[in-house]
């Protein structure tokens, strides 16, 4: 069963404990970083220090960098190792196709997850998901980045048209790995209330997969993060401390002095 960091545990915890009593501003558990908001393609734009400074002072115990693809920008892996060198949590969101090429750029660390987006069905020769030789990149970086020794975590995409055999063929490549995030492909926004309603049921289906509720209730705030779904917040709230005593009982939870 992929077990879910401690220090992060206590790290989130203690998070939402200080957002939840006011304690500390900007205390959020997750902060979003697009890199091409810092990072630029075109060489004649500055680098954002000042969004980076935001970055590494924010009491967000876990960076999450995705947006447009990271791994297009060149200083990528130098502004990885600035957030991990500041006690945050890292979570670099990639296609996984440039992975194995890049790889070296970056040293494997405690702190830093790679992560490699990923769609149920993708892996099937006629799935249209990916375009053609994607997926064997993403799992011929998957393999390599393992046997460097990173931490590796898939982010699993569901559409409402989902079907669970589909992510329950992902769920042996996941369990080898370090962990696994499940968000709704689009988080239901500007969709009818049924696709809405069908993606939010099929998306809980395949959290339960998982086989962690650390990781799933992890989901809940990446979800919120990256999919920008409004109800995710009251969601995230509802089943917080749920999944929390869960999580406890099954000896993935440590306690916070």
């Known amino acids: 069963m992929m077990r879910f960091p401690l220090r992060l545990t206590a790290d989130l915890t203690l998070a939402r ?10 205390a959020r558990p997750i902060q979003f970083v697009d890199a091409a908001e810092i990072l630029h393609q075109d060489s004649n734009r500055p680098v954002s220090h000042e969004r980076i400074r935001e970055i590494v002072s924010s009491r967000s115990p876990v960076v999450w960098i ?27 969101e990639t296609d996984g196709t440039r992975l194995r090429r890049r ?7 405690s702190r830093l997850f790679l992560t490699v ?53 992902l769920i042996p490549l996941a369990r080898t790995l370090d962990g696994m995030v499940i968000t709704p492909a689009n988080g239901g926004s500007n969709s009818t209330s049924l696709y ?12 339960k997969l998982i086989g962690s509720k650390w990781w799933e209730f992890f989901s809940w705030f990446v979800e919120l993060l990256v999919s920008g779904q409004r109800n995710a917040t ?9 999944i929390e005593q869960e999580a406890h009982a ?8």
Do not use: Y
Request: aromatic share 4%; net charge negative; proline share 4%.
């Open 117 to 169: 987006r990923l769609e149920p069905g993708a892996q099937r020769p006629a799935s249209k998901s990916l375009q053609e030789g994607a997926w064997e990149l993403a799992a011929e970086g998957i393999r390599a980045a393992r046997l460097s020794g990173f931490l590796m975590c898939v982010h699993v995409c569901v559409h409402a048209e989902t079907e669970l055999g589909e992510m329950a063929e």
């Open 17 to 26: 404990l200080a957002q939840k009593l006011c304690l500390a501003q900007g």
């Open 234 to 242: 009251r969601s995230v709230e509802e089943t917080g401390v749920h």
């Open 66 to 92: 995705g947006g447009s693809e990271p791994l297009d920008h060149p200083g990528i892996s130098h502004l990885v190792r600035a957030i991990t060198e500041t006690d945050h949590f890292v979570f670099l």
């Open 103 to 109: 790889l070296h750029e970056f040293q494997p660390m």
């Open 196 to 207: 809405a309603a069908t993606l939010r049921r099929k998306t809980a289906e395949a959290r």
């Open 250 to 257: 099954n000896g993935e939870s440590v306690r916070v002095v």
